[in-house]
């Protein structure tokens, strides 16, 4: 990517070049102990880091000491995944150093974009989820709220993809393998935290109280990486906990020869923060999962009280006003019987004290709705692994249906029995869902369509109960990664035509629409976009090998893969396509080329299959001289966040087809959107909105909605219907099953069709496939017209204001943490 062309910073650096090309040869020097004819492009990366360090942590101390003067209110954002990506552009951009940077290292002979692609992606995360959470960092930074993200400090993040013969191979991800320049190592803030062992019932003064003896103790040790908002606002934390043996080393043991057996311990410890489970959307069901929730959410709220007393000593009263926890989905709902172990065990607060604190700090983020990704725990399991805690379970349980339930639906069991924390049957269960839901004050889903179906389908009882709690704010993206940095040029031509500040008030974009029908506009908005091609295009040959033309229409698909997210539906398109072409070499339309990228749950067989058709198929059709180089499919490897940001400003087409109901929010749609892709997409979360925000004749919607969804489903949905009665699907649904794409391995592919037919397509990918077979000759059709695609493509960059993530975070801000502002003095 090209840095000349990067936008003009609204604001002005914070050091000149000269002095910036002093500090990076200080740091090539001084911390990396090298000298500018010899240092590795690694090192140049390091040294850069460190030199805009010094500014990260010039904000940090000063925000940290601002917080601390204020006392001010903060909001713990609890959460398994951070999906960060790479921190040196954010950081720069952040910091109005991009173009300052950019000509110190050309005066010292180096090339910022090449450096930039030093840096490994923190890829601490599986999707959407994760990646949510890193733009709400930055928004929350951006607008100066006090806040700190606690998660896991993973050693390996999400797994690297490679390809063998078209097939999925997973690689450890080693992000840290040679350091990692933004983290401190915080020992001060170390905590130990318990484990398995039983609870012991003891009496003093005639009052009964509880010992918990762990029969095990770990020692979780933080990491800060500062979290830089955008124009020197805040810098706030990222805490990552990392596991680590109490007892380092046995040395009694290693001395008696003991080699192996002494490190153990150390083993077994080190294994709670040893991987991010690569599962999207789904359950692990694992002992070594529920450890990982217990151990950052203990360590996070030792924390939070730590930092609390530190101030407020054992006066409570200033608890709730102070601290607000969000639950990041129920991935550390134990947080909740957690935060009663301490006030209640270790602080020897009474039940009804300690349970009205509990309930006025947290809040709960509903992100699904797909039944196996709503966790439950085995109730041994838990038992086995936190014996307190499943006792104050119980209780919380029994408090819970005994006043409020009984009160609102007297005599009601089966009411009751469906609002429990613990699921009764062959294996008893907890459910965390329900225990979020109980121990929060506000819980929210993360599109409107997605907060209705929570209410309506998900937690109806609930909502009988209490119609306030559950409440919606939709999902958003930050335009500094989304747009700023990673489109510079539409960033730039934004820059001169809407106002400046468009990176905080990305409603300002509104203004562009003035300008959707001016001819010189929509040829200069289509140049970047052609320019943005060209460079994908050049990734793609570096990338795959396989040369793809930019004038064609770059239609992309980017997300884990997933059934519900129906990559199979686009593929089943694909080869109508190549068929219409087979059958007729002259079939108009307009060139296409199909980009995946996508990973799959190391687990998931069918997802697995699914890349492995994808990748066999475009070996057929982009050697098969027959379409004339009309169609093209790609799957780029180890789909990322840094990949992301080259695929995305390159996008005509964004492929959002979900089945309707299935999708909570999704967060690339606004990506996309933004950088003006067209969507072809169901009425599925924030798709909906949007719809709405671009206006109808600016996306292509097709197929079921949601009701009709439910209405197919109760009837009794049968493939077979859809299959027999349309000749071309049945034909590219039974292409599948030869060995037309993989030549010598007949079935190979067929398990694609089995699930789709004899598997009964859960997903309705048949019901659906005429719909949007329709909607994609319409994307056709509009591309022809080229003012006609221009006009949409702007109106959709113009639009997409309310998915800006400072949004959301005023959403939450208003609607559930009530926090205020605190720009850090000195700024
Ligand atoms: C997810 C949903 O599937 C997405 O639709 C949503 O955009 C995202 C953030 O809210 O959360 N839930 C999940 O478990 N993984 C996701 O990406």
């Given at each position: 990517m090209t840095t000349q062309t990067r936008s003009a910073s609204s604001r002005k650096a914070p050091a000149t070049s000269k002095a910036l090309q002093q500090k990076i040869l200080h740091h090539l020097h001084t911390t990396q102990g090298t000298y500018p004819e010899k240092a590795s492009a690694l090192a140049w990366w390091e040294a850069t880091a460190a030199a805009i360090n010094e500014f990260v942590m010039a904000g940090l101390t000063d925000t940290q000491k601002t917080h601390s003067r204020y006392d001010t209110r903060a909001v713990n954002y609890l959460s398994m995944?951070?999906?960060?990506?790479?921190l040196l552009s954010n950081n720069l951009h952040n910091l109005h150093l991009f173009e300052t940077t950019d000509k110190a290292l050309a005066a010292l002979g180096q090339n910022l974009t090449d450096i930039l692609e030093q840096e490994p992606d923190m890829a601490l995360g599986n999707g959407g989820l994760g990646r949510l959470a890193a733009c709400f960092l930055d928004s929350l930074a951006t607008l100066n709220y006090p806040a700190v993200g606690y998660g896991i400090h993973y050693e390996h993040g999400l797994f690297e993809q490679h390809f063998r013969n078209g097939r999925q191979i997973e690689r450890p991800d080693d992000w840290r393998e040679y350091g990692n320049p933004w983290e401190v190592c915080r020992p001060e803030s170390v905590q130990q935290i318990k484990l398995y062992g039983y609870v012991e019932t003891v009496y003093e003064d005639g009052r009964a109280r509880k010992v918990w003896h762990p029969g095990r103790n770990i020692k979780a040790v933080p990491w800060d990486i500062p979290v830089v908002g955008y124009n020197g606002a805040n810098v706030n934390i990222l805490r990552l906990w990392e596991s680590r043996a109490t007892?380092?080393?046995d040395w009694d043991v290693f001395n008696a020869g003991g080699y192996v057996d002494a490190q153990i311990e150390q083993a077994e410890a080190e294994a709670i923060s040893k991987v991010l489970y690569p599962n999207d959307e789904t359950e692990a069901g694992k002992e070594l999962r529920l450890i990982q929730q217990y151990f950052f959410s203990a360590a996070s709220l030792a924390d939070i009280v730590r930092r609390y007393q530190r101030a407020h000593g054992d006066d409570w009263t200033q608890f709730p006003k102070l601290v607000a926890i969000q639950l990041n989905d129920t991935h550390p709902a134990v947080a909740i019987p957690e935060l009663m172990r301490i006030l209640i065990d270790d602080k020897d607060m009474d039940w009804n004290h300690a349970w009205q604190l509990c309930h006025q700090v947290f809040s709960y983020t509903n992100h699904t709705l797909l039944p196996e990704a709503l966790e439950k725990w085995d109730l041994h399991l838990f038992e086995k692994v936190l014996p307190r805690h499943l006792e104050l379970i119980y209780e919380i349980n029994h408090h819970f249906l005994t006043e409020e339930v009984e009160q609102k639906w007297p005599g009601d069991d089966g009411v009751k029995s469906r609002l429990s924390i613990i699921e009764e049957g062959a294996r008893r269960m907890v459910r965390m869902g329900h225990l979020s839901v109980i121990g929060s004050h506000r819980v929210n889903g993360v599109a409107e369509v997605h907060s209705e179906l929570v209410k309506s389908d998900l937690f109806p009882d609930f909502h009988a109960l209490w119609p306030h709690k559950l409440t919606n704010v939709t999902n958003g993206i930050t335009p500094r990664r989304w747009l700023k940095a990673c489109n510079p040029r539409l960033a730039e031509l934004i820059d001169r035509h809407a106002s400046k500040d468009w990176p905080v008030r990305l409603d300002k974009l509104q203004k562009l629409t003035d300008l959707a029908d001016d001819a010189r506009f929509q040829n200069a908005f289509m140049k970047i976009k052609h320019e943005n091609k060209e460079e994908l295009a050049d990734v793609i040959k570096a990338l795959t090998g396989i040369e793809v033309d930019p004038g064609a229409i770059f239609d992309i698909q980017i997300k884990r893969l997933h059934e519900y997210k129906r990559q199979h539906l686009n593929l089943l398109h694909i080869l109508a396509l190549y068929r219409r072409l087979l059958e007729n070499p002259d079939h108009d339309m307009v060139p296409r080329v199909f980009i995946f990228g996508a990973k799959a749950a190391p687990g998931y067989r069918l997802a697995k299959d699914i890349i492995f058709a994808i990748n066999k198929v475009a070996d057929r059709i982009n050697n098969d001289e027959r379409v004339g180089g009309k169609l093209k499919v790609v799957m780029l490897p180890n789909y990322r966040v840094s990949l992301a940001e080259k695929m995305i400003p390159a996008a005509d087409v964004s492929e959002?087809?979900?089945?309707?109901?299935?999708?909570?929010?999704?967060?690339g749609n606004m990506k996309l959107a933004l950088n003006g892709a067209l969507t072809i997409g169901t009425l599925d979360g924030a798709n909906i909105e949007i719809a709405e925000e671009a206006g109808e004749d600016n996306v292509f919607i097709f197929g079921l909605t949601v009701d009709e969804v439910k209405a197919l489903n109760s009837r009794g949905y049968n493939p077979y219907d859809y299959y027999l009665n349309d000749a071309e699907l049945k034909a590219v649904v039974d292409w599948l099953d030869t060995d037309y794409f993989t030549p010598g391995q007949?079935?190979?592919?067929s398990s694609i069709k089995h699930s789709l037919l004899d598997g009964g397509d859960p997903f309705l990918v048949l019901a659906d496939f005429r719909s949007y077979a329709e909607a994609q000759l319409k994307v056709d059709a509009r591309y022809r017209d080229r003012k006609a695609w221009a006009r949409s493509a702007i109106i959709n960059t113009a639009t997409?204001?309310?998915?800006?993530s400072d949004r959301s975070i005023q959403d939450y801000v208003d609607r559930i943490w009530k926090l205020k502002p605190y720009p850090r003095d000195n700024a």
């Open positions: 995944e951070f999906l960060m990506g790479r007892d380092f080393f959002q087809i979900s089945t309707a109901g299935k999708e909570a929010s999704g967060t007949p079935g190979a592919l997409m204001g309310k998915f800006n």
